[in-house]
């Protein structure tokens, strides 16, 4: 990072007084970058990016995780400061909870056989965008946990061993 030359005045130019170890008054960092976008880019951040090399093809978002300055999720596409990963670690694990819930919820009260796509279906049907991946891991360890029996030895078919009301 760039040293800043020690002043009393806000960077902005507003010459607001402000306060030591500090560069602008509050929320006057906007102001400054706003302006100094309107200059230099026509307050286009899509210019800012082409002005240096970034675009489509050329995402700056990788070149933030490529400095180490950002991180990317371990489980999507996801690409962030560390804290804003951290958030949505939080955010993926709340909703995975509650997708797992919900198709639990479902096997029990349905019963029968469940494939796939059938499981798919089921957390489709209550707002969830699940992939198949995700549904066979579940069925693993529901199956494991002895709610699931798998009956088919080469396929992800499972029939439900128990049913009543979710677990407390």
């Known amino acids: 990072m760039t040293e800043t030359t020690q002043s009393t005045l806000c960077y902005c130019g507003c010459r607001t007084t402000i306060g030591y170890g500090r560069t602008f ?28 090399g970034y675009g489509p093809e050329n995402p700056v978002t990788d070149a933030a995780v490529a400095t180490g300055k950002w991180k990317k ?6 690409k962030g400061a560390p804290e804003s990963i951290r958030n949505h ?20 009260s349905l019963g ?14 209550a707002g969830y965008h699940p992939s198949e991946k995700y549904i066979r891991e579940v069925y693993r360890r529901l199956a494991d946990e002895g709610l699931l029996e798998k009956i088919d030895e080469h ?14």
């Open 25 to 52: 008054a509050a929320g006057h960092d906007k102001i400054a970058e706003a302006a100094y976008m309107a200059v230099h880019h026509n307050g286009s951040v899509a210019e800012l990016l082409i002005s240096q």
């Open 73 to 78: 999720c371990e489980h999507c596409d996801y």
């Open 89 to 108: 670690m939080v955010k993926v694990q709340k909703a995975e909870t509650n997708q797992r819930e919900s198709l639990e919820k479902s096997l029990r």
């Open 112 to 125: 029968g056989t469940w494939d796939p796509s059938r499981g798919m279906q089921t957390l489709r049907d």
């Open 155 to 168: 396929r992800a078919i499972y029939f439900v061993t128990e049913q009543c009301g979710p677990r407390p």
